[in-house]
């Protein structure tokens, strides 16, 4: 995807930094103090795609999107939970439109794994997908989680790679942070996943409370996802703006230049 469909810099999820004079005269930078600022637990929405398009096979044989996202889920999952066991965990369906599979929020492991083993999508293809309705059911336990102190997010799994989702909802209602993993086959013909991707990020910008991520993938590689969503697990309110996110850096060998002192840059990859 072109850097220039990438979420656009904002201030959401970015923490004040005070500037305090230092002595240069003794070699001391400037100091600078992190205000101190509440980190609330989370509750988490997964809403994954059950379009006929999340049974496309990855490029490891026998293994559909649908069954690598219930890994890359489980292993989020676990990975939230050895962060923070606070957090918590609703699950939701797409298919015209967002349907509840698990409203009750929790953090118990059977009863997650019971909710994943249950996702299922269909044979054929559904349409165009409408997120009003996410966006409501979200909105609706977005102000339940903070009578609590806990903020609330939305991690979105998109399969569709020509059709475009759509929405119907008032751009200063900021209840929620939503986060968009996106799956697409290649552009062809008969695709247009650039103009998908693009209608994520103007749900993202319009619906997201702090610094909402959005990833994808067109190589069909159960690793790449894997990682995107081990991205995910950064909490909103400690994140810096996606186009500023450095991480992760690729193992690259270093070039003859480099060996020689002519380089001293670090590669990174700006891929999203």
């Not at 205000?35 to 398009?53: G, M, Q, T």
């Not at 009578?147 to 008032?170: G, K």
């Not at 103007?202 to 190589?219: K, N, Q, R, T």
């Not at 193992?251 to 480099?258: C, D, I, T």
Request: hydrophobic share 35%; glycine share 6%; charged share 25%.
């Amino acid at each position: 995807m072109s850097s220039s469909s990438l979420p656009k810099e904002g201030n959401r999820g970015k923490m004040k930094m005070e500037g305090i004079e230092g002595d240069a005269s003794v070699g001391g930078a400037g100091r600078y103090i992190l205000n101190p600022k509440r980190i609330n637990s989370e509750d988490i929405i997964f809403c994954v795609d059950v379009d006929a398009e999340s049974l496309v096979e990855m490029k490891t044989a026998g293994v559909t999107r649908l069954d690598s996202i219930k890994q890359a889920i489980l292993l989020f999952f676990n990975s939230k939970l050895s962060i923070n066991p606070d957090h918590r965990f609703a699950f939701a369906t797409l298919s015209k439109t967002a349907s509840w599979l698990r409203k009750e929020f929790s953090s118990d492991v059977e009863s997650t794994i019971a909710a994943v083993r249950a996702l299922s999508a269909t044979t054929v293809s559904t349409g165009q997908a409408d997120l009003t309705n996410l966006f409501r059911l979200a909105a609706h336990e977005a102000k339940k989680s903070r009578a609590q102190n806990r903020i609330l997010r939305v991690i979105l799994i998109y399969c569709r790679s020509s059709i475009r989702p759509h929405h119907q909802w008032p751009v200063n209602q900021k209840l929620f942070t939503l986060d968009v993993m996106y799956l697409h086959d290649k552009p062809g013909p008969d695709n247009c996943p650039q103009a998908v991707y693009d209608a994520l990020v103007d749900a993202l910008e319009h619906v997201s409370e702090y610094e909402g991520y959005i990833h994808e993938s067109g190589h069909g590689l159960p690793r790449t996802l894997f990682r995107f969503m081990s991205m995910l697990l950064s909490h909103p309110q400690q994140r810096c703006p996606q186009d500023d996110c450095d991480i992760p850096k690729p193992l690259m060998k270093k070039s003859a230049e480099s060996a020689n002192g002519e380089d001293n840059n670090v590669h990174v990859s700006t891929s999203r």
